[in-house]
């Protein structure tokens, strides 16, 4: 986003093409991006990749949700203060489209977490399937960064709603042992690959 010409941003439109191709082929084309703890750059990911999606497919729609309900990373990340968040369409306090926030790329829409809740699991338990049913009625894509896997049970509760997962793996600081992990709580057939 920053720097959209660096190295680093140009392998994003190479992952989006080939994100778009597997979504495609989903009964579900919406993706859950992941990864074992906080800090190996899932939201970095996640972010770039709906942005690449929505340039590379700019014909389709794309909704960049935020469901790491108990922080607002994606807020932080895009500058977000103000206005209803997803965690809101959750709790049944406004509509989806009060939490919809435009931006610069037409055929992206992001759905930030504004005011992050400990009662995370519990909302993501009883109202995720429903927002996640609304988001793909208006939708062609959906890309959601979701809550790290071994802190929290909230991504195996949210990954069977998904037509694929993404893990992402940070170089020189992901733990082998934790990513073994992450592998034995997510089931296999939702993975649709690892991105380093």
Not at 66 to 82: E, K, M, T, W, Y
Not at 95 to 108: G, M, P, Y
Request: hydrophobic letters at 45%; aromatic letters at 6%; a negative charge.
């Amino acid at each position: 986003i920053v720097e959209p010409q660096s190295t680093s941003a140009v392998r994003f439109p190479h992952l989006a093409v080939r994100i778009r191709a597997a979504l495609d082929e989903s009964r579900r084309p919406s993706l859950l991006v992941t990864s074992a703890l906080k800090g190996e750059g899932k939201t970095t990911v996640s972010t770039n990749l709906a942005l690449a999606l929505a340039m590379i497919a700019s014909d389709r729609r794309v909704a960049f949700v935020d469901l790491d309900l108990r922080s607002a990373s994606v807020a932080s990340v895009l500058g977000i203060r103000q206005g209803p968040g997803i965690e809101d369409v959750m709790a049944g306090r406004c509509a989806l489209e009060e939490a919809c926030l435009s931006t610069d790329v037409a055929s992206l829409d992001v759905y930030p977490v504004l005011r992050p809740t400990r009662q995370a699991h519990e909302l993501l338990g009883w109202a995720a399937e429903r927002v996640l049913e609304e988001l793909a009625e208006r939708y062609d894509y959906v890309i959601a960064d979701g809550p790290p896997v071994l802190p929290v049970p909230d991504t195996p509760l949210l990954a069977p709603l998904f037509g694929g997962c993404l893990a992402v793996v940070r170089s020189r600081y992901t733990r082998h042992s934790a990513f073994q992990e992450l592998l034995d709580l997510m089931p296999r057939a939702q993975i649709l690959g690892v991105f380093l």
